[in-house]
């Protein structure tokens, strides 16, 4: 009888080495283009449609400059606020936690007067959960408010104004039907007197509102 040489493998030995390689490897390849072992699997980002209405605006509003009785500088404005008590009509997303939006307008000067000439703004939206695509929104202008406490505030947009959304909750009409109305916490009078004041205006308070973006 023949034996096998001390540290040599028979053709059958060997072969079932090889098999059982081959069987390991098989077994710890990704199936049907699965992500690898260890991979991050990020959640799926979704276009949300229909629309969204949030009924609790709070937040600020800040002027680059400080706004003055007389001002000579040209100015950013900038409207930063938190959404929340949101929901949704013919979307897609059944749940909004919230969001938060940011939305910006220049004037040509930080004049007092010229808080009052309406101007184009453009923002952007972020929702909770993350998942759900940004928005995006543009409005030709904004209409100054008052509300039944003597708060003042915007609508936008401006009467008879145009709106427009893309991204997320831009409705059957990319966001024709989109609004917000913003409070902040002085009232007409008060305002006014900020505005004239030789300390400037740089911030003012957003403690009520409501926005839809359809």
Not at 69 to 88: D, I, L, N, P, W
Request: glycine content about 10%; some cysteine.
């Amino acid at each position: 009888m023949r034996t096998s040489a001390p540290g040599r493998q028979t053709g059958r030995s060997l072969g079932a080495t090889v098999s059982i390689a081959v069987i390991t490897v098989l077994s710890l390849a990704p199936v049907g283009g699965s992500p690898a072992l260890g991979a991050t699997k990020h959640p799926k980002v979704v276009v949300a449609t229909g629309g969204v209405t949030c009924t609790k605006i709070t937040g600020s509003i800040t002027y680059h400059p400080a706004v003055r009785h007389v001002g000579t500088s040209s100015e950013t404005q900038v409207f930063s606020f938190k959404a929340s008590h949101c929901t949704t009509t013919r979307s897609n997303v059944k749940r909004v936690a919230g969001g938060s939006v940011t939305a910006v307008l220049h004037r040509p000067t930080n004049s007092c007067v010229d808080l009052l000439s309406s101007e184009p703004s453009a923002g952007t939206g972020q929702w909770t959960p993350k998942t759900i695509h940004s928005t995006s929104a543009t409005f030709s202008g904004y209409t100054p408010v008052t509300d039944s406490h003597g708060d003042a505030g915007f609508t936008l947009p401006n009467t008879g104004g145009t709106a427009r959304v893309k991204g997320s909750f831009a409705g059957a009409n990319h966001g024709a039907t989109s609004r917000a109305t913003i409070y902040i916490n002085m009232t007409t009078t008060q305002f006014v007197a900020a505005c004239k004041s030789a300390a400037d205006l740089s911030r003012q308070s957003i403690i009520s509102g409501v926005a839809t973006f359809s």
